[in-house]
């Protein structure tokens, strides 16, 4: 895997986070991609997908509000994870940047990229195994800190991701990032995921998005981003709609290689 280069920043609104570079950055000349990861995991989840990219092209990465080094500024809403998108795209110094999202940060960056200040820049948009919408469900899941732990969060956490494609060393990679979390910044990340109000008043400012799912996600199964792809065309968007089998929720760790490879075709062959 490319070890990326790392880099502590903190956020004009305060927040101390870790800012992961994957690459040779701008000045290599490859493209540029912007990927915010799901809710549990941290920037550095994006490792193994960085590693099967072209070699010219760089991956940033940071952790996002309530997770990793950033553990410490929990969202007080979904706008706060926005608001950092945006700032961290105005930290990458190139005329365009693609942008990825996975689960979390699938919706995060739907609102980042249609937003007008971003639109000329954002390339593309990529939304990996993520809602349509926020649901009740997510905020139903805000009960770590009634528990008194994280632990039962993680197993049940753990169970939708992996029954279908059970993956024992990858569940270490998400017990070691959940476990950064506090219960009260773990609860506060999930309501402010049900806050996602969904595509429909987005899709007339979004760029061409492919919509990529897992077979065997039981979080976001192939049918959500169905609905999304469907919305998104009805917008005027150009979509590109993709599954990838053999991976639940976590395919972004399952299924690297087979993740890169469509975004690479998409990413290459626009039309």
Not at 44 to 67: I, V
Not at 254 to 267: D, I, Q, S, T, Y
């Amino acid at each position: 895997m490319r070890p990326p280069a790392e880099e502590a920043v903190v956020f004009s609104s305060g927040v101390a986070t870790s800012w992961l570079r994957f690459g040779p950055g701008a000045e290599g000349g490859g493209k540029q991609l912007l990927a915010l990861h799901m809710l549990g995991l941290e920037g550095r989840s994006f490792a193994g997908l960085a590693a099967e990219l072209p070699a010219d092209w760089t991956l940033h990465a940071f952790d996002q509000r309530g997770h990793g080094a950033a553990a410490a500024s929990p969202p007080r809403g979904f706008e706060d994870f926005v608001a950092d998108a945006r700032e961290a795209l105005d930290r990458i110094e190139a005329e365009q940047v693609h942008l990825l999202g996975c689960s979390l940060g699938g919706a995060v960056a739907a609102m980042a990229a249609a937003e007008a200040a971003n639109r000329a820049r954002i390339a593309s948009l990529t939304l990996v195994a993520t809602p349509e919408k926020g649901r009740r469900i997510f905020a139903e899941r805000a009960t770590a800190q009634a528990e008194g732990s994280l632990e039962p969060a993680l197993r049940r956490t753990l169970e939708r991701w992996f029954a279908e494609v059970p993956a024992p060393a990858l569940g270490d990679q998400v017990r070691a990032s959940m476990r950064k979390m506090s219960p009260g910044g773990y609860d506060a990340c999930w309501r402010a995921f049900a806050e996602f109000s969904g595509y429909g008043a987005l899709a007339p400012f979004l760029p061409r998005t492919l919509c990529l799912a897992f077979g065997e996600d039981r979080s976001t199964p192939p049918s959500d981003l169905d609905a999304i792809a469907q919305t998104l065309r009805g917008g005027g968007v150009a979509v590109e709609r993709a599954d990838i089998a053999g991976a639940g929720h976590a395919g972004l760790l399952v299924r690297p290689a087979e993740l890169a490879g469509h975004l690479n075709r998409f990413l290459l062959n626009p039309t």
